[in-house]
């Protein structure tokens, strides 16, 4: 669910847009450390933030879906702090370099709006840091199926009624986790036997939504809010 722009919000993000990028799954979208990196739109499909050590250990940031605004941390240093790869095929929007200061100056309201993503996304990285840090296995993995389940189940008319697509390896949750991959397949199995969701065909359902979020300690009534799309 997405709010609406105005039509003049509307033609000012079309005059920044240069045009449209499509990657299959699994290329990079920014390199760690790219000097010229540029801002994006994720318009349909799936990608991952990451940072990688020196010997090819992998941390994935954050998960990113349809709507979710990409580089702004770039245009903060000289150089890209971490990578950014799709997960599936994926379309993007491009923007000019210099939009993030046009679009502060030819509309507010826009403006802010790339301020309530950026902060969206700094919410998404605590609850991940939270997860990493306090949470036991059972605990982040079930935090992770329900974040992504209603995130993904806002794109869709059903509301995930027919449960939403799940492109995640369980390496990817590994990584994403900071678990073993064999830690990462006990508890998912555990979960399954507990009847709490079901993974099948690429598509993630949630059989008890209730109980999977009394076990990550998530509460609210679990609806993600209406957010901007630029």
């Avoid at 678990?179 to 949630?206: A, F």
Wanted: aromatic content about 6%.
């Amino acid at each position: 669910m997405f709010f609406e722009n105005t039509v003049k919000d509307i033609e000012v993000v079309q005059s920044l847009k240069q045009r449209q990028l499509s990657l299959p799954a699994g290329e990079m979208l920014i390199l760690e450390g790219q000097h010229d990196a540029r801002l994006f739109t994720l318009l349909q499909g799936w990608a991952f933030r990451f940072k990688t050590l020196s010997d090819g250990r992998r941390q994935i940031l954050s998960f990113l879906l349809a709507g979710d605004f990409i580089g702004v941390q770039q245009k903060m240093a000289d150089v890209a702090a971490h990578g950014v790869a799709t997960l599936t095929d994926a379309v993007f929007c491009v923007f000019q370099r210099d939009s993030l200061w046009e679009l502060h100056r030819q509309s507010p309201k826009l403006g802010f709006d790339i301020t309530w993503l950026t902060a969206h996304e700094e919410s998404v990285v605590d609850d991940s840091l939270l997860s990493v840090g306090r949470r036991n296995a059972e605990e982040r993995i079930a935090a992770l199926l329900i974040v992504l389940f209603k995130r993904a189940a806002m794109l869709q008319a059903d509301g995930g009624a027919a449960g939403v697509p799940f492109p995640l390896t369980q390496q990817h949750m590994a990584d994403g986790l900071g678990l073993s991959l064999v830690h990462t397949n006990k508890t998912l199995r555990k979960l399954e036997r507990l009847g709490l969701h079901r993974i099948d065909d690429g598509r993630l359902h949630m059989l008890n939504g209730k109980a999977l979020a009394r076990l990550a300690d998530l509460f609210g009534d679990g609806r993600p809010a209406p957010r901007p799309l630029v």
